[in-house]
């Protein structure tokens, strides 16, 4: 029936079958190429090397085409685009939790960031891509759209096509939760754009690129602030929970820039109230400092610790010898500005790791003209341990 009904489209000169089980036969007039490389559905981009025109379609076997539906595609078709009839809008933190887009219940084009490989027509020059770097057969439609670099998609109206029963749902080949895992771990890794804002730039962190494979973190933030790098941490990674600790307020001892220390008592409330007021449901707060708040945990509590508090020696060096113990065994603990020498981050770091026969980390994050030292991370791997010595950044 499936085969048929897009014989029966007046636009369409060829079919190819894709046979992914090396068994398919057919009298129709359609050329099938059997899967004898174990290309998996990815082989379908090379496939398309055989067609005899550049404009292709690429079609799930459980979609009918009813009488005009390849016109409704070619309607807004151009080179820079991609049509479907299923597609998402990453809106959200999580992929489906995520807004989206059926061909059937518009009226006009709208662009999405990712299409369903349920229809898909584009210009055989998008079809030129290794195959063997997609890395999973579960991704090989996103994956190929995250190849195409200068594309844009968009889910087109049309109400002239038929899903079998098997389709009839969105997340259909994804209701097994392994594969749901699978989706949402490339949703966090592919779906943040570049950012080129400087003021934002500031606050992306090398010590969050380790963490974009997580799922459902448990972390702790210790110096908040205005709560800027919380925000990229939410926006960018699979945070269940982060423990944001901090005690907004000067003392004695506090030891870093006085530019900071003028406007603690009004950091709070732009972190509260502004910058973090939609995640709520993500955060607790503890305005306390991080010795009080560090006995509220067990051992081996965290996923990630983050020591961005105060910057003068004593603390730090608090700081990581009271925590390293609550993050889990295959978890992670860093920080901040290990290289700035007006702080005593470095000289804590060091000495942590070498006594304790660590590894450690570091890379520098953004940097600019006017501050070409500015914000480098370290970090330290749970039990990691081997007689490596500082490593240059």
């Keep these: 029936?499936?085969?048929?009904?897009?014989?029966?489209?007046?636009?369409v000169e060829q079919i190819i079958v894709f046979d992914n089980s090396?068994?398919?036969?057919?009298?129709l007039p359609v050329l099938v190429i059997s899967n004898s490389q174990n290309l998996e559905p990815q082989g379908k981009f090379v496939c398309a090397q055989f067609a005899k025109n550049d404009l292709i379609i690429f079609a799930d076997d459980d979609v009918v085409a009813k009488p005009n539906f390849v016109n409704d595609l070619l309607k807004y078709f151009d080179e820079g685009k991609v049509m479907g009839i299923v597609g998402k809008c990453f809106t959200g933190s999580e992929y489906y939790k995520s807004s989206g887009y059926v061909a059937k219940d518009i009226n006009e084009p709208k662009k999405v960031d990712y299409l369903c490989g349920l229809i898909m027509l584009t210009h055989r020059k998008n079809c030129?891509?290794?195959?063997?770097?997609?890395?999973?057969?579960?991704?090989?439609?996103?994956?190929w759209e995250h190849e195409l670099k200068d594309t844009q998609f968009y889910v087109i109206p049309s109400k002239n096509y038929e899903l079998?029963?098997?389709?009839?749902?969105?997340?259909?080949?994804h209701k097994q939760s392994d594969l749901r895992t699978l989706r949402e771990k490339y949703f966090k890794r592919w779906r943040n754009k570049k950012v080129t804002d400087p003021?934002?730039?500031?606050?992306q962190r090398s010590f969050d690129d380790l963490l974009l494979t997580g799922i459902d973190l448990v972390g702790a933030e210790i110096g908040v602030y205005r709560g800027a790098h919380a925000k990229e941490m939410l926006e960018k990674l699979d945070i269940k929970t982060l423990y944001l600790i901090d005690p907004w307020k000067?003392?004695?001892?506090?030891?870093?820039?006085?530019?900071?220390?003028?406007?603690?008592?009004?950091?709070?409330?732009t972190a509260k109230f502004e910058m973090l007021k939609h995640y709520e449901d993500r955060l607790i707060w503890l305005k306390e400092h991080s010795s009080e708040a560090v006995k509220k945990f067990e051992d081996n509590s965290f996923d990630f610790v983050y020591i961005d508090g105060n910057h003068c020696y004593e603390y730090v060096?608090?700081?990581?010898?009271?925590?390293?113990?609550?993050?889990?065994?295959?978890?992670?603990?860093?920080g901040h500005d290990y290289h700035l020498p007006r702080f005593g981050v470095k000289k804590a770091v060091d000495e942590f790791y070498l006594k304790n026969n660590l590894v450690l980390h570091l890379k520098?994050?953004?940097?600019?003209?006017?501050?070409?030292?500015?914000?480098?991370?370290?970090?330290?791997?749970?039990n990691e341990n081997n007689n490596k010595t500082t490593p240059k950044i």
């Design 22 to 27: 090396g068994f398919f036969k057919t009298k």
């Design 128 to 143: 030129f891509v290794d195959v063997r770097k997609c890395p999973s057969k579960y991704l090989d439609d996103w994956w």
């Design 317 to 334: 060096k608090e700081d990581i010898e009271l925590w390293y113990p609550k993050v889990k065994r295959d978890g992670v603990i860093g």
């Design 364 to 382: 520098k994050n953004f940097q600019s003209k006017n501050s070409p030292d500015i914000n480098g991370d370290w970090w330290i791997y749970k």
């Design 164 to 173: 079998l029963p098997e389709s009839n749902d969105a997340n259909a080949l």
């Design 1 to 11: 029936m499936v085969l048929k009904s897009w014989l029966g489209q007046e636009e």
């Design 250 to 269: 000067d003392y004695d001892e506090y030891g870093d820039l006085p530019i900071i220390k003028e406007h603690l008592p009004k950091a709070y409330k």
């Design 199 to 203: 003021h934002r730039l500031y606050y």
